[in-house]
């Protein structure tokens, strides 16, 4: 029996030279020298193709365990490696390993170190002090304890000493961001938002890098702004415990007040970034003064959307995605004529795209020989009506997880 590594047939006996690099990679924030050997303070990426292959596999180690550990402040870095065998060319058919230093080398910076004393030195440096770079632009207490606050700051590219630093944070959307890329820190137009978790230990404030987000300033005819949320990431260990939703508020707070901004718009979110997107939002809507949200019935969309976008800076489809949300929200599904009416008028505009497709399709036909019109097979009648029935079905439950959050919520 033979498996594949790396596009190339090996002996089966080789396979325990064969480990999955999500297992063997180790992340972990060291704010005290005894986490450093605590595997409770290990958390994982979700992917690593970008770095060790579409497959995700490395070669050549039995038992492979890499440590990519972070100073919880500045995010210096140590890097290493352990394994208990490495495979010898020498003896197994002149396969040579995987050189995992170098994989690493291509997103983690230079400035790394690879010596044990000299990090744990660094660590437990009694001098030493971290302030977080850029502007405190918010803040937020953890409840029930006083000693500990949540503190949001904007930096750019020109903020002394920022950029050593995010070349350290940008390393981790590579874990957990996926078709995550750099970006290019040489444009002014970038705007970076940081959250770090501030504690006072024996009178002195101590901080905890737990995400950030960058943001993208690009013109808007005639006369205005546009703000594009590219990157948003809460590292593993601060995760769902609301503190995305508590960044992007603080990125809308810095942003909607200014009267040069149209609109702020989020580049191919996830759908854990689009369900938070939806609910700040929702919740926004429902607390602006002055804007009227959707009845179960009788509601004007298009003054309502209008509305949204210039006091909330939404964009039009996010816009719309709310009104659909909130009006969900007051429709009695009880009510068979309400629930349905609401039900077709969503599924009208799931059904723009392919009405439009219809409309340049006929005026195609006029163009093509009758050979090429019968090697077209567009959707008939009952399988649009099929995918229209799928498509509102999952999006309704997505709304619904809205709402039942908005319900504890306010």
Known sequence: RE??????FT???LEAFVCQASSALELKLIAKEEEFFDDAAIFRPEMTHQVFGERENIFGYKNLKIKLYYAHDDLYT????EYEAKIDPR???KLKPDDVVKALSTVVPAGFTRNRDEFLSRINDPKRRFTPYGELIGSYPQEGNKDVTFEIYRANIHTPGFLQYHARLQTFIIWFIDASSFIDVEDEKWTFYILFNRKVINGVPSYTSMGY????HFYAFPDKSRYRISQMLILPPFQRKGHGGRLLQAIYDDLVPRPLVRDILVEDPSDDLQAMRDYVDCRNTLASEGLRFPMATGSTFGKEVMQACQKLKLSKKQARR???ILRLRATDRG???QYREYRLW???RLNEPYQRQKRDMAKLVAHLSPVEVATMKPPSEEEQKAYLHEAYKLLEEDYFKVIEKLAVTI
Do not use: F, G, Q, R
């Open 3 to 8: 498996i594949k590594i790396n596009n190339m």
């Open 11 to 13: 002996p089966k006996n």
């Open 78 to 81: 140590y890097a290493a490696m």
């Open 91 to 93: 003896t197994h058919l």
């Open 213 to 216: 987000s960058t943001v993208y």
């Open 322 to 324: 709310v009104w659909e």
């Open 335 to 337: 009510n068979v004529d």
């Open 346 to 348: 969503v599924k009208s």
